[in-house]
């Protein structure tokens, strides 16, 4: 896999990631439905945001960590 389509990849997990985390902020927040399903709403709406900071925040570390890396190169060559 490619530099740059490791990169796509990373960045659509983030983008994922920070959907389910307002998904989850939303259901837990505005949703009648969730609220009218007790602990599993809660347990549901949870899940949603874990999954979300699960996708989004490693995957920043790791893209943060190519693009560092993809300029001590550069920088090295000039």
């Known amino acids: 896999m490619t530099d740059e389509k490791l990169m796509v990849c990373l960045k659509v997990c983030i983008f994922t990631g920070i959907c ?3 998904l ?3 259901l837990h927040n505005f949703s009648d439905v969730i609220e009218a ?3 599993n ?3 549901i709406s949870a899940m949603c945001v874990a999954f979300g900071m699960i996708l989004s925040l490693p995957t920043k570390m790791y893209l943060t960590f190519l ?3 993809r ?3 550069a920088s090295r060559r000039l």
Do not use: H, N, T
């Open 20 to 22: 389910l985390i307002l």
């Open 71 to 73: 300029e001590a190169e």
């Open 37 to 39: 399903m007790a602990v």
């Open 67 to 69: 693009l560092v890396m």
């Open 24 to 26: 989850g902020v939303y």
């Open 41 to 43: 709403g809660i347990i």
